[in-house]
């Protein structure tokens, strides 16, 4: 199905088209491009320019350039504007202006990419849905995502993230969305904000592009309600929570690798059982499920739907994994951290069943000032206490390791290699075992390391 004819990508980014090509999807990587792909040549850690000529050999229907690049033919399929950055935005305003969808736009600080695909599968029991794929939720994954919507999209989920101050008004208004919401504020990016105040009100922001009439999704249970409170009077603003009246949570109960709740949602009654543990995703399911009463979707179909969902490998991943003398449940939480996920998690392994319960914890990043204080205060949490032994690895992780006492302290790494190395040798069968760190600290190594575990080794004999 075509996405983009040459005619109407030129019309939408200003750009002069060559040749008469149609793109049936949008690319910025030449690894993941399928046949009939538009590549976008972005700049970003290289020049996508230099890889325009392997995109197109590659089966690339045409490719979205600021000039012919070196090795292409003056006839290759191309879209050459000034600024590929920019021709993508735009290429997203148009995608979103020419369609009929309605659109979430989904932000926070914890939780926005699991409650992102809660959306998906519940609206996806609705009607044709498009959402971001993985973390696409930058300045580029942002209109990326856009520009990939087809025109007869019924629901979409753009997720928008942020760093700094500013980021998030700007996607949001490209996103117009009808519904806006924000699962938490916490403390996080600290380094660029002076308080959590601060982190509320660029998460309030995403509001500034809801399109007219449009609604509000906000979490009462933030340390920053009132913030939020100011900055929304003008919109029509729902609250979820934990005893919020719009939206409540009863009777949450955690089992094994599931989440049983009950939802409250504006005076019905909804009971849901997710497909993960952690009383933290019941309270995202309940935000997405008054969500999407705004959107037109009904609420009962969609948290069916909700069935469906689990979550993705690094935020919250559950396995089980048969190693020698029996079975290790391992909960992969190693796509990012800070406090407040750090504490959902650690949480949730507390209340596994399991003969030991065991952390392997990294670097907190971007905490500002007092991140070695937010490490130090994890000893005193008292989800902490059910923890049999926490292993660190990092610079920041080291103040934790101290804090602890010695029958929960346990090994200190400088890295994630390292840790990975020895992490065979510290669980056992009948262990519960928690990876948690941020995404820069690559814990990934430590995940496969222990997920080798599972994999019985190659037999070299021969048949």
Known sequence: MTLWTAQ???????????????????????????????FVALKAARDGHDFVANALAAGAGAALVSHVPDGVDDTAPLLIVPDVQAALEAL?????????????????????TSTKEMLRHM?????????????????????????????????????????????????AKMAAPDVAMVTTVAEVHLEAFDDINGIALEKASIINGLVPNGVAIMNADTPCTKVIETYSKDVITRWFG????DASLSDVHVQGAETRAVLQVEGATYPVTIGSAGRHFAMNALGALL?????????????RGLVAWNPVGGRGARQTLNIKGGKLDLIDDAYNANPTSLRAAMQVLAEADASRKIAFLGDMKELGKKEHDFHRDVAQWP?????????????????????????????????????????????????????????????????????????????????
Not at 92 to 112: F, N
Not at 291 to 301: F, K, P
Request: charged share 20%.
């Open 123 to 171: 609206l996806g029991a609705c009607g044709k849905t498009h959402a971001s794929v993985a973390s696409y939720n930058n300045h580029w994954g942002v209109p990326l995502t856009l520009a990939r919507m087809p025109a007869d999209t019924e629901f979409a989920v753009i997720e928008i993230g942020m760093n700094h101050p500013g980021e998030i008004a700007p996607l």
């Open 8 to 38: 109407q990508a030129a019309l939408a980014t200003g750009g002069q088209a060559v040749g008469d090509w149609a793109a049936t999807g949008v690319s910025i990587d030449t690894r993941t491009l399928q046949t009939g792909d538009l």
């Open 242 to 245: 934990a005893a919020a009246a």
């Open 291 to 303: 969500a999407v009463g705004y959107l037109g979707a009904d609420r009962r179909t969609a948290a």
């Open 383 to 463: 989800c902490t206490e059910a923890i049999d032994i926490i292993h660190t690895v990092g610079a920041l992780m080291k103040s934790l390791h101290d804090e602890l006492p010695n029958g929960k302290r346990g090994q200190h790494f400088v890295d994630s290699a390292a840790m990975a190395a020895q992490a065979a040798h510290l669980v056992q069968a009948g262990d519960a075992v928690l990876l948690k760190a941020s995404l820069s600290t690559n814990m990934r190594k430590v995940v496969d390391a222990l997920q080798e575990l599972g994999h019985p080794p190659m037999d070299n004999k021969g048949p």
């Open 92 to 112: 997203g305003r148009a995608a979103r202006a020419r369609t009929e969808a309605k659109v979430i736009a989904v932000t926070g600080s914890v939780g926005k």
